[in-house]
């Protein structure tokens, strides 16, 4: 390897200062674009795999019954009509109402579950982050299992969330709403409402102060590992 001697480095280096002052002179520097940001849950479990769409053209790769995104993701604002359709298929499953606003700095999830009453249903919610916090953790609870028709939320021995129902925080958007409580380790358990009659459990060792948690229950009655009863943590992140 060739070496340079400490007077031809410095030489090099204030030519390519100069070089650079002169460029960044002679080019302007463009603002950074607007961006809203979109994050999708496929809690349908008694539907197909579903792709979206945006305006008519495909956003996603073919989304699994019970996957989501683990982040948010850059758009470009603006109106969207969104729509899942099956995969590989024209076949409609769920629809968003048309003309929806995307906004800049905005975030939003995009969410498809199970109807009670049969077939699938797709929401919007647009998400209103707390203020961060470095004592205390914040949480939320979706009840996104058309199969459990009254369900309380535990954490620990407390039972924080009640008497909750399939997708009601879309009927009552306040549900999407955070609560603060004290960071730590926890055991979540959704329980028939009322009772202590368990239908599904987890440990989750991760609610950390300043983080902000969807907890949520989903699964059908009689499903295999990755349709049945089982209670989620997701962390919002992009």
Known sequence: MKKLNLSAFAAIAV???????????????????????????NIALKA??????????KVTPPI????????????????RNVVFKKASSDSVVAELPPG???DSSSFYTVLLYDNPSGGALGARIKEAFPAADATKTHIRFFQLSADMPHV???????????????????????LNLFQAYAPGSYTLKATVAGTDSVIA???FNDLVAGGIYTIFLRGVKGGSAATGFAVEVLRATN
């Open 64 to 79: 699994n019954p019970g996957a989501y995104f683990t982040r948010f993701s850059s758009i470009e604002p603006g109106i």
């Open 15 to 41: 030519m390519s200062f100069v070089i650079l002052n002169g460029c960044i002179k002679n080019t302007p520097i463009e603002p950074a674009k607007p961006v809203s940001y979109v994050s999708v849950m």
């Open 48 to 57: 197909p795999a579903v792709e979206l769409l945006f305006n008519g053209e």
């Open 100 to 102: 929806q606003l995307y």
């Open 201 to 203: 459990t987890t440990s």
């Open 152 to 174: 309380d939320l535990s954490v620990d021995n407390t039972k924080l969330f009640l008497d909750r129902t399939p997708a009601d925080n879309i009927s009552n958007p306040s």
